[in-house]
């Protein structure tokens, strides 16, 4: 999926909230800069959330428990040892959608049923968005 602009990619994360179940976990890979938070935020917003959403790099987990679904948007950039995520007690986020940047940074393992979303640069400027659909989203991906 080719997204042109900062609105378009949230516009994919608005409709991504369209189809969210709480108890799911959707992670986001792609390097600084290339809108992982822009989609989140779109998800976020989309679920009703009327104030800002910042990027959670320094507080590290954001809940947003007054949508429903609830919301816990993750940042993982900083962690440097897997054995910090244990400390952040995301398991506590099984009733709210988990977003989660820089998934790799907790191993291959964690979250193999997510839906995986890569953004990466295009040549032009765009971003190309890539997802790995696990059986639970099927017929939910792409959202319409």
Excluded: C
Excluded at 36 to 41: D, E, I
Excluded at 93 to 103: K, Q, R, Y
Excluded at 105 to 124: H, K, M, T, V, Y
Aim: aromatic share 6%; charged share 25%.
């Amino acid at each position: 999926m080719i997204l042109k602009s900062a609105e378009e990619t949230a516009a994919t994360g608005a409709a991504l909230a369209r189809v969210s179940r709480a108890g799911d976990v959707i992670t986001l890979s792609g390097s600084l800069g290339v809108g992982k938070t822009a989609l989140a935020r779109g998800l976020i917003e989309a679920l009703g959330h009327q104030s800002d959403v910042p990027s959670p790099s320094f507080a590290i987990v954001q809940p947003y428990e007054e949508l429903d679904p609830p919301v816990w948007h993750v940042d993982l950039y900083r962690i440097e040892d897997r054995r910090e995520i244990e400390e952040l007690g995301l398991d506590a986020a099984a009733d709210a959608v988990l977003l989660v940047e820089w998934p790799d940074r907790a191993g291959e393992s964690a979250w193999i049923d997510a839906l995986a979303l890569s953004l990466d640069f295009a040549p032009n400027g765009d971003r190309i968005l890539t997802a790995k659909v696990p059986k639970s989203w099927e017929g939910r991906w792409p959202p319409r």
